[in-house]
């Protein structure tokens, strides 16, 4: 018998799906920045930046391999209704490797950028996703139709990521733009999309797939303003 999603079952359960996914979606994001915390404070940040930096783009195609791989594997274990182990596993190690993509991202802002810059990015971010997510709320409207939109624009913007590393070309201003309003659009979808296909116990897989566009929105954010506030 197949499972009842989120938006088929009672407004309790519905209710509490619904607190338990934000409830983990948070704990994600402070997961994040415990991790964040340690790596710089530890030097760790520093040696992997450097390593990266250095490395040119056979790096940063590592890891963008090994993002993907993982991003993979932790969506299918998180995935798991049956088994919660399974599910926390999988929303550990995308965090875990969420941390580890942003390290020079953040080494660049923390380091080369206006002091302002970090926390005036995590202030949009917040303030754009809880827009959005009233929005999706609030309209109770299937956002599915911008799935289309997302297979595409996802396929388009891994390509000129990777031709940018392999030619050595900067993507700009204006692709960061775009990913914005492509994480976005991503939110929108996700946050429609866990409400009608996900189960009332795959909240962690949930709150794996909505930390995913958050920490997307928040990463081109932050790109956008170290390149406007670099020192």
């Known amino acids: 018998m197949p499972m009842l999603s989120a938006a088929q079952s009672q407004p309790t359960e519905r209710a509490e799906f619904i607190r338990k996914t934000y409830i983990h979606l948070a704990g994600a994001i402070a997961a994040f920045t415990l991790l964040e915390v340690i790596f710089f404070n530890t030097g760790i940040a520093n040696l992997l930046a450097n390593l990266i930096f250095a490395s040119g783009g056979i790096g940063w ?3 963008m391999g090994g993002f993907t791989l993982i991003g993979w594997l932790s969506g299918g274990l998180a995935r798991q209704a049956n088994n919660e182990g399974l599910q926390y596993l999988g929303l550990s190690l995308y965090v875990l ?8 991202l953040l080494f660049v802002a923390t380091n080369y950028a206006d002091s302002s810059v970090l926390p005036t990015a995590v202030i949009l971010t917040l303030c754009l996703f809880a827009g959005l997510t009233l929005i999706a709320f609030t309209t109770q409207k299937d956002f599915s139709f911008l799935g289309g939109f997302l297979r595409i624009g ?16 900067q993507l700009g201003l204006l692709f960061s733009l ?7 659009v991503a939110i929108l979808y996700d946050t429609s ?9 795959q909240h962690v897989a949930a709150a794996l797939k909505l930390f995913g566009s958050v920490a997307l929105l928040f990463y081109y954010i932050l790109s956008i303003l170290v390149r406007m506030n670099r020192r």
């Open 61 to 63: 195609l590592a890891i």
């Open 97 to 104: 490797i969420y941390s580890l993509v942003f390290i020079p």
């Open 154 to 169: 996802g396929f388009v913007s891994i390509g000129f990521i990777v031709c940018s590393v392999i030619f050595g070309f």
């Open 178 to 184: 775009g990913m914005v309003l492509f994480s976005a």
């Open 193 to 201: 999309n866990v409400m009608r296909h996900y189960a009332v116990n």
